[in-house]
């Protein structure tokens, strides 16, 4: 992820995150867990903690996720022939 299109979120004491429509204390336990699993980095700046996302491990789960895109992607495919099919047949009766 190029450095200019990251997004920070500031977490401090008794403030919303914009742009998330959460309080803080949801935001900062919900970040905690992702945190915890490795999926953002945290650093400390004074009273707010700064998160950034780590896209790396996002891999595998987008390998994932693309083998059933494919097979989607072609049965989705298949229907809109069939689709295709049946409305010319209707336009020819």
Partial sequence: MAADHRRHARVGPDREVN??????PQVSKHLRVLSE???V????EGRHR???LEPARLRPLQEWLTKY???LNDRL????DYLKE???????Q
């Fill in 41 to 44: 980095k945290c650093r400390a």
């Fill in 86 to 92: 049946l409305q010319q047949q209707g336009e020819q």
């Fill in 69 to 71: 895109e494919r097979a």
């Fill in 50 to 52: 700064l998160y950034r």
């Fill in 37 to 39: 699993v490795g999926l």
């Fill in 77 to 80: 495919d298949r229907l809109d």
């Fill in 19 to 24: 742009d998330l429509s959460m309080s803080q």
